[in-house]
């Protein structure tokens, strides 16, 4: 299982091509932006959602911009989230989770 701290290592003095550094980039984001929050979803409400996934490192209501960010462990447990819950419905409300660098 890949760790999110301190993520990967440098291509060893020589330099990688941008498709590999995009994919590695891909691969190894922990950390889930979810937009488009109801003004009545609690933070309760999301850290379970988030914990049914995986454990959680981080997590940040922005109630102003109906918004919340938090940080997984692991990179894997990151795009599940994203995959399960992506256009997902809560309090009436549908949710965009995309992957974001921590």
Do not use: W
């Amino acid at each position: 299982m890949t760790e999110c701290r301190g993520a990967g290592q440098m291509g060893r003095g020589r330099a990688m091509s941008t498709r590999q550094n995009q994919r590695a980039a891909e691969r190894e984001r922990c950390t889930v932006s979810i937009e488009g929050l109801s003004s009545s979803t609690t933070d309760i409400q999301l850290k379970n959602l988030l914990r049914s996934i995986g454990p959680i490192e981080m997590f940040k209501m922005i109630p102003q911009q109906r918004k919340a960010v938090a940080t997984f462990s692991s990179p894997q447990h990151a795009a599940s989230f994203q995959m399960s819950f992506h256009r997902h419905m809560i309090d009436l409300s549908h949710i965009d989770v995309s992957l974001i660098d921590g």
